[in-house]
């Protein structure tokens, strides 16, 4: 089983909207062997539920993550996870504080992985969760890529 860890700051707009478009990705191209999570960086969402925003992107796509509720990155993670993927510099500065460094190199940007590296702009403060919807399939998309190439999924 190949884990991937999403992170963003708060574990209720970016990540879990990562974390469930990428689930679904899988499931509908019948790809087995793939764990994915998400994870914040900060303790400020602990306990509550994903953002109104990602919810109707989500539920748009006929995606539930009623269930799913926010909890930090822990040190644990870094040897749990196979892939751990922020959404921006930020976040990466954040998980490697939390993983104590990253000897592996397996903390990336999500967007790293596609042909225009960048952040994912947290729709927390610019309220564009469309944008933010399309730049994480860009990296979802990039992501499975990413696995076939690797022969992680065939």
């Known amino acids: 089983m190949y884990k991937i860890l999403m992170v963003c700051h708060g574990n209720i707009c970016r990540s879990p909207m990562a974390e469930?478009?990428?689930?679904?990705?899988?499931?509908?191209?019948?790809?087995?062997?793939?764990?994915?999570?998400?994870?914040a960086t900060s303790t400020e969402e602990i306990g509550n539920g994903v953002h109104r925003g990602t919810v109707r992107i989500l539920h748009s796509l006929g995606i539930d993550c009623s269930f799913k509720r926010a909890r930090q990155m822990t040190r644990a993670d870094y040897s749990e996870y196979d892939l751990l993927l922020g959404a921006d510099s930020r976040n990466i500065v954040n998980m490697k504080r939390i993983a104590g460094a990253d000897p592996d190199g397996k903390i990336l940007r999500l967007l790293d992985l596609t042909e225009r590296p960048r952040d994912i702009y947290d729709p927390w403060y610019t309220g564009d969760?469309?944008?933010?919807?399309?730049?994480?399939?860009?990296?979802?998309e990039a992501l499975i890529a990413y696995l076939a190439e690797k022969g992680i999924i065939s």
Not at 21 to 39: F, N, P, Y
Not at 129 to 140: H, M
């Open 20 to 39: 469930f478009i990428l689930r679904d990705m899988l499931k509908k191209r019948g790809i087995e062997g793939v764990e994915v999570a998400s994870a």
């Open 129 to 140: 969760f469309d944008t933010t919807y399309s730049e994480v399939k860009e990296g979802c």
